[in-house]
């Protein structure tokens, strides 16, 4: 079977440069400790514990956006999980990041700023072409090995995930390694009874992208947050378009002709919410039925009780249920309903199921479930929707390549 080396394959005393995802919620610029940081914790002490000297590489947010902030907060909040210190650079690869880098003793650890705040970092190129940046030639001249450990974001083709791969020995960090363990072995369960996928989340590109690719392994798509907003769009409500966010007229650029054939061969595989929540003149929720919307004028932030009593006896009757994104803004909890309804509803019941997705899987800790409640907790949410179809990641495929080469 073709597979990437690990930690357990780097040589003692490297000077090691690491690819973690510590991609997190930020509340009034305060940036919310999550599940990334412990997981990630586990492979930086690991590091810096045997000797090696560490630098961190991590990305926050995307241009443009009000998550789109510095790494300082992340390096705290990374050493309090990991227990060691963690120096950071305001700097991606200039003089200030090559000039700490030089300072790093054995067992000493630093974060680099925000990778997305190069302009190397984002653009659409082959791998070959990422390794030729500036960017890329520039730090690895500085390292002995990469390793990657961000599963979560290994379905993109990002400079930092896939172009250092050819420039440096690659190796699977702890998180790399149990989270394409545990996602490749789900995506090849098989189940005799019905399958449900629960989709919601911003991030209506990643999940409409593989509903078709998922066609014959998911018997039912249960949709809420932006996606739903987009399908029932598609079925001639006037929802999903932008009035206060900019949240849909892109993705609905981008998903149309995709949304409209799942509707026009799969509908009855689809289930729309019914009705949809929002936030009254008097700051209470308040709930509408979407045949009864005439004009998008305010954001609905979360599927209707309605929908919330119709999707839970379908996940109850499942044999499998998984779930990316949330169904509303749940970390508000006037809009948790839809979230807290149906994860409630898989947490009582005995079938196999996963959580998927840095946000959503907060939702958990947040309202009182525990994580044993579900048979899996992923900190990926794209990328393991992505592993589901069989398909390769892009940012694995590297590492595997990788391997390969040296052996
Ligand atoms: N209708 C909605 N409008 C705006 N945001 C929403 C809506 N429904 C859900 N969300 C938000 O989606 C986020 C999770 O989305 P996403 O980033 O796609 O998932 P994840 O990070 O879990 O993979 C949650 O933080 C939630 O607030
Ligand atoms: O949070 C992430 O993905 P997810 O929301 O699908 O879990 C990754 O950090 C990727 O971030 P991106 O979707 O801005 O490329």
Not at 59 to 77: C, K, M, N, W, Y
Not at 112 to 133: C, I, Q, V, W, Y
Not at 278 to 296: C, H, M, S, T
Request: net charge negative.
């Amino acid at each position: 079977m073709r597979s990437f080396r690990t930690l357990d394959d780097l040589p003692a005393q490297q000077r090691v440069l690491v690819r973690l995802d510590l991609n997190s919620p930020v509340e009034d610029g305060v940036v919310q400790d999550n599940r990334r940081f412990s997981r990630h914790a586990e492979t930086v002490a690991e590091l810096a514990e045997a000797g090696h000297r560490v630098a961190l590489m991590a990305h926050q947010g995307r241009p443009g956006r009000d998550t789109f902030v510095s790494l300082e907060q992340h390096a705290d909040i990374l050493a309090e999980h990991a227990g060691v210190d963690v120096d950071f650079v305001p700097d991606t690869f200039g003089d200030d990041a090559l000039a700490a880098i030089r300072g790093l003793d054995a067992g000493d650890v630093l974060l680099l700023e925000n990778t997305r705040m190069t302009d190397d970092e984002l653009p659409e190129k082959e791998p070959e072409g990422h390794a030729a940046s500036d960017f890329v030639e520039t730090l690895a001249a500085e390292f002995d090995a990469y390793v990657n450990d961000a599963y979560s974001a290994a379905h993109r083709k990002h400079a930092s995930l896939v172009g250092f791969p050819l420039a440096l020995p690659s190796y699977a960090g702890r998180v790399m390694q149990t989270e394409y363990e545990a996602n490749t072995a789900i995506a090849e369960r098989e189940f005799d009874g019905d399958v449900t996928m629960v989709i919601g989340g911003t991030k209506a590109t990643d999940v409409i992208g593989v509903m078709e690719a998922l066609d014959e392994t998911v018997d039912r798509f249960l949709l809420g947050g932006v996606a739903g907003e987009l399908f029932l769009r598609a079925a001639g409500y006037s929802v999903g378009e932008d009035v206060e966010t900019d949240l849909f007229d892109d993705q609905w650029d981008a998903n149309e002709e995709v949304i409209r054939s799942v509707l026009d061969e799969r509908r009855d595989q689809v289930t729309l919410a019914t009705d949809l929540a929002y936030e009254d003149d008097d700051g209470e929720r308040a709930e509408v039925a979407v045949g009864d919307i005439e004009e998008k004028s305010q954001s609905f932030l979360d599927i209707g009780s309605d929908t919330v009593a119709d999707y839970e006896p379908v996940v109850r009757d499942s044999e499998a249920v998984f779930v990316k994104g949330a169904l509303g803004v749940f970390e508000d909890e006037r809009f948790s309903v839809g979230t807290v309804g149906v994860l409630e509803a898989i947490a009582e019941t005995d079938c196999f199921s996963v959580v998927g997705g840095g946000d959503t899987s907060r939702a958990i800790t947040m309202y009182g479930m525990s994580e044993s409640d579900f048979s899996h907790v992923s900190i990926a949410g794209g990328a393991y929707i992505r592993a589901l179809t069989g398909e390769p990641l892009p940012a694995v495929e590297l590492l595997v390549q990788s391997a390969e080469r040296e052996a």
